[in-house]
């Protein structure tokens, strides 16, 4: 036997590759996020840190090299997007990323529900 035995097609028959047909195609760069105008944009760097205030903040490595929308919600808590989708929350007095509401947050607006 010679040659490459991904090469010999008994019978004639046509590589797999050339029978399946790509159902739809693809665009080479997805198209970039849009933010609204009351958001700051910011770039996640190499180790998923944001720039904070001087500082780095580490956001998440899932999402190294993208660029992310934090929108206010009080004078030290933005909500974090990716792209339309909120995915957690700034705290600028405790200088962190978390997936949820700050307590002291929760606390207020549950008061506020209350009274209200």
């Known amino acids: 036997m010679r040659g490459s035995p991904l ?3 008994p019978l004639g028959q ?3 590759a050339t029978a399946v047909k ?3 195609p693809f665009s080479s760069r997805p ?3 849009e933010y609204d105008s009351k958001m ?3 770039a996640v760097g190499t180790r998923g840190c944001i720039k904070w205030k001087g500082a780095l903040l580490f956001a998440s490595e899932v999402l ?3 660029h992310i929308g ?3 919600i009080d004078q030290t808590v933005w909500s974090i997007y990716f792209g339309s989708v909120p995915i957690g929350y700034l705290d600028g007095l405790a200088q962190r990323v978390q997936n949820r509401l700050p307590e002291r947050l929760q ?3 549950s008061a506020d529900q209350d009274a209200g």
Do not use: D, F, N, T
Request: charged share 35%; hydrophobic share 40%; no cysteine.
């Open 31 to 33: 198209k970039a996020l």
């Open 70 to 72: 934090l929108l206010p």
């Open 107 to 109: 606390a207020q607006r």
């Open 7 to 9: 090469k010999l097609r």
């Open 40 to 42: 700051e944009v910011r």
């Open 14 to 16: 046509k590589p797999p």
């Open 64 to 66: 190294i090299g993208a």
């Open 22 to 24: 790509s159902y739809r």
